[in-house]
């Protein structure tokens, strides 16, 4: 059951323009580990933005005068939509590999 709901939300992903919202946080998950920290917005084009805005429900106003979205956040509204599905989860399916921290490569 869970396995459907982490390939819903990597199809939904997949749908619109998120690939580079996506990479931003595996890169920050795997220098943290951890669904921590924030990612900055502003090297984002409107449609990304507006995608994320939307997924978020929030404004695309509000989302870029706040110049950065919380991973923390991003992973609550994600389990929202998708109930279990993990942030981490989505990353290695959307990946099709395991999100490894950097602190575990060595």
Do not use: C, W
């Not at 956040?73 to 099709?96: D, I």
Request: proline content about 5%; aromatic content about 12%; hydrophobic content about 40%.
């Amino acid at each position: 059951m869970r396995q459907k709901k982490v390939y819903a939300a990597v199809k939904h992903f997949e749908s619109g323009p998120f690939a580079n919202v996506l990479e931003a946080f595996r890169v920050r998950y795997e220098r943290i580990g951890e669904p921590a920290g924030t990612i900055y917005t502003t090297p984002l084009s409107y449609e990304e933005l507006a995608a994320l805005a939307d997924f978020m429900d929030v404004s695309v106003y509000a989302l870029d005068l706040q110049r950065k979205l919380s991973l923390k956040n991003f992973e609550g509204k994600l389990q929202a939509k998708y109930p279990g599905v993990k942030l981490e989860q989505l990353l290695s399916a959307y990946y099709g590999k395991e999100t490894v921290p950097l602190m575990d490569k060595k």
